[in-house]
């Protein structure tokens, strides 16, 4: 099992940068696969990116790709998202999950979920 909790939302203007930290605990973190997804207001949650245990696998929503980077360090038990070029569409709940499956892009693999940070991008 294990547990997480993200850390670094808050409210930027558009073209700003945030960055996003994920921290668990238990010691197997190196075993998940880790997603990062968003839920806006009225919208469903969404997946935005993820990334393989071992950082060979890394995939991203196409609405963040290219301004988006997500990675991880298995010593430290951290997963980040650093967020470049923000527009106001990327304001919304953050969440990271731990997933021991495959699938991921798809919110119902991951078995394990933080609490949320928020984060907000005015035009």
């Known amino acids: 099992q294990v547990q997480l909790a993200e850390s670094g939302g808050g409210l930027v203007q558009a073209g700003g940068s945030l960055r996003l930290s994920c921290a668990a605990s238990?010691?197997?973190?190196?075993?998940?696969?880790m997603g990062w997804f968003r839920q806006a207001p009225g919208n469903e949650r969404e997946f935005v990116a993820a990334?393989?245990?071992?950082?060979?696998?890394?995939f991203y929503a196409d609405s963040v790709k290219g301004r988006f980077t997500i990675s991880r360090d298995n010593v430290k038990n951290t997963v980040s998202l650093q967020m470049n070029s923000l527009k106001p569409e990327d304001t919304a709940v953050y969440s990271c999950?731990?997933?021991?499956?495959?699938?991921?892009?798809?919110?119902?693999?991951?078995?394990?979920w933080g609490q949320g940070t928020q984060v907000t991008v005015s035009s």
């Open positions: 238990g010691r197997t973190f190196y075993t998940y696969n």
């Open positions: 999950a731990a997933a021991t499956g495959i699938g991921a892009r798809q919110s119902s693999t991951y078995a394990y």
């Open positions: 990334i393989s245990p071992g950082s060979s696998y890394i």
